[in-house]
């Protein structure tokens, strides 16, 4: 019985490691360079999962780092804040022959954006498991608008 009880979490983190299959920017390619005021592509995927989810929202923002840089001079998390909102709407991922299921979005860049290092931002808010436990996913890749 101790023997069982001293796995039990090692198996509950391995469990855990499974079910949370977290979302993830597959383009644009970090340090990516994009005009202001110019069309490009961000495609976010969301490998499946054990678990049953259900998204709810999408949010993708872009902030520029000059004037938001934390103690280590690094940009803000996108859990401080997501800056200019390019779309907010739904997630909805297809499978792709040779990808994660993935979801494409044409965004434009302001014009008049301030040029430098940007953080493209995502939140995603979902629903996960039976009992459709809120879970917001935050993450991001770093663009250089030009």
Not at 71 to 77: E, K
């Amino acid at each position: 019985m101790r023997f069982f009880s001293a796995l039990l979490p090692v198996f509950t983190l391995a469990a855990s490691s499974v079910v949370a299959q977290h979302a993830f920017i597959l383009a644009p390619a970090d340090q990516t360079q994009v005009a202001a005021g110019s069309g490009f592509d961000v495609s976010i995927a969301q490998p499946n999962s054990i678990s049953s989810w259900e998204n709810i929202a999408l949010v993708i923002g872009l902030l520029n780092c000059a004037a938001q840089l934390d103690s280590d001079g690094n940009c803000l998390g996108t859990n401080q804040g997501l800056g200019t909102i390019l779309y907010n709407g739904p997630f909805n991922p297809v499978l792709v022959q040779g990808a994660p299921p993935n979801q494409n979005f044409t965004l434009t860049v302001p014009t008049g954006f301030q040029k430098g290092a940007s953080q493209l931002g995502v939140a995603l808010f979902d629903l996960i498991g039976a009992r459709f436990i809120p879970s917001l996913q935050t993450f991001n890749t770093t663009i250089i608008v030009t």
